[in-house]
């Protein structure tokens, strides 16, 4: 079985996967290394930075970053027409594409790390204690020179980059953020608005990754943010997976294990569609399956599970990792986040360019949502699970990037929707 897995992840064909794993949910949960506990202590930390975070961002008036849920009735037929499939259940999506500050999904992780790094630097030097106000204690001319001091660095395509560099640029950091072949030229001249600074390379997200890395050793005053190994990244996006419970509530969405509520994932290095379903796992057990969801030209973590290995490079397999969805275009998975994702997904899934643009110029159209094409991801889980999965369930679909992007870029994107 696995051989018609990576023929088709050679010939760049969609396909479903469902992971046998899925079944021995509970009994791993505690096994993996990283804690409830933890979750709920990064969850706190956000907490304390949110007066700090709203004063200083205009974009979020409580501070705390978030998206909404909207159910999509329009869109749930239009999905109905474009794959012939009848759809018994409700459809939502995860607005993470209007996420506050960063505009995407990796505004959860990227943020969080930098905060996190800033807390800790300052408690060092004794600025700060837990206690304290921190809108005061960061606003103040003795917390900036400390953190003018040190340099925050990422390697990125483009959308951790942005996380990273805003924030902290905006929190007085020396930003750095190394960038590969195909990040959006917009991305790259954002940044640089900031005060950020941004190497470029001919050369692809591992590669940038590596220099970025390679730039910090040696460097006390460096902080490097690992997008392939960093458990902070993690921790910030497991947030939103036990934030959900609440936010379901509201939306009168009962997941049952009985009825499910789907979630589809969309998948780079796998860091974020990790965290995210890790903390729905603590919360929900398995009346919330994760799906992880990736272009046929960069599916690294469906290659990795499927070899069941915590890393692959699929350039191995011929993979040439040439996307629209700039976000997702990584050659190796996270041997971090990959075992964890090996316990807690519900299984994963491949989709084409074509596809993801048109659920860009669909959800703009039909419900008026911007996203850019790695945010379409997520559409093509529905079909697969209503197809393949003989149960009742109600589908969410997690969007990322898109705000941000600016109209003429989204608009050319259209263009090659037709």
Request: hydrophobic share 40%.
């Amino acid at each position: 079985m696995n051989n018609n897995f990576l023929y088709a992840i050679k010939n760049r064909r969609s396909f479903f996967w469902e992971n046998p794993r899925f079944s021995h949910l509970d009994k791993v949960l505690d096994t993996l290394g990283i804690k409830f506990e933890d979750i709920v202590q990064a969850q706190e930390r956000l907490e304390r930075f949110s007066p700090y975070l709203a004063n200083k961002f205009k974009d979020t008036e409580t501070g705390i970053i978030e998206s909404k849920i909207k159910e999509v009735q329009e869109f749930k037929r239009a999905l109905e027409d474009k794959y012939g499939i009848g759809i018994k259940g409700r459809v939502f999506v995860k607005l993470d594409n209007e996420l506050p500050i960063a505009g995407s999904i990796k505004a959860r992780g990227g943020i969080y790390e930098v905060l996190k790094f800033a807390e800790r630097v300052l408690v060092e030097h004794k600025v700060l204690s837990l206690e304290d106000d921190y809108l005061e204690v960061f606003q103040g001319d003795r917390a900036k020179d400390i953190l003018a001091r040190y340099r925050v660095v990422v390697g990125s395509t483009g959308n951790l980059g942005l996380s990273v560099g805003i924030m902290a640029a905006a929190l007085g950091f020396q930003a750095e953020v190394h960038m590969s072949y195909d990040a959006r030229e917009w991305k790259k001249q954002l940044l640089k608005k900031w005060g950020v600074k941004v190497i470029e390379y001919p050369a692809d997200y591992s590669y940038a990754v590596a220099m970025g890395r390679k730039s910090c050793i040696g460097d006390d005053f460096a902080h490097f943010v690992d997008d392939e190994n960093s458990k902070d990244l993690f921790l910030g996006y497991a947030v939103a997976g036990i934030r959900l419970e609440t936010q379901l509530k509201q939306m009168g969405i009962s997941p049952e294990n009985n009825r499910p509520l789907c979630v589809y994932l969309p998948c780079g290095v796998g860091g974020g569609p990790g965290g995210i379903a890790f903390g729905i796992a603590h919360k929900f057990g398995k009346r919330i399956r994760s799906y992880v969801a990736e272009p046929v030209g960069a599916p690294c973590v469906m290659a990795a599970l499927i070899t069941d290995k915590d890393s692959i490079n699929i350039k191995e397999l011929g993979v040439n990792l040439m996307t629209q969805a700039d976000g997702l275009a990584v050659a190796s998975s996270s041997p971090l986040a990959t075992p964890i994702l090996k316990a807690v997904l519900a299984g994963g899934y491949t989709i084409t360019d074509q596809e993801m643009l048109w659920a860009m110029k669909s959800l703009k159209g039909i419900e008026d949502i911007k996203i850019e094409p790695s945010a379409g991801a997520g559409i093509k889980g529905v079909y697969f699970t209503e197809k393949y999965l003989n149960f009742e369930k109600d589908h969410l679909i997690w969007l990322t990037g898109g705000r941000m992007i600016p109209d003429r870029e989204f608009n050319e994107l259209l263009v090659g929707a037709d």
